[in-house]
């Protein structure tokens, strides 16, 4: 049975996801356009591996973060 602090949680975990995305879809678009100008290589793939990896964990710290306040917000607030 959900709570309202588990609600809550999942709530703040849904907006950081979305802005993230948001941000991520302007990233790939600036990608995309200096891809145009350079040559696929293995020093391409690895670097793509490293932000993959990085943005992984910004996301895990960041819904983990962002639930974590929505839900200290609403305790503190009642």
Known sequence: MLT???LLFAFGAITFLVAFSWFKLAAMEVFKKGLKTIEISNEVWSKLFKVFF????ICIIGVLGTGILFVTVFNLAH
């Open 54 to 57: 990085v943005d992984l964990l």
């Open 4 to 6: 309202s602090n588990s």
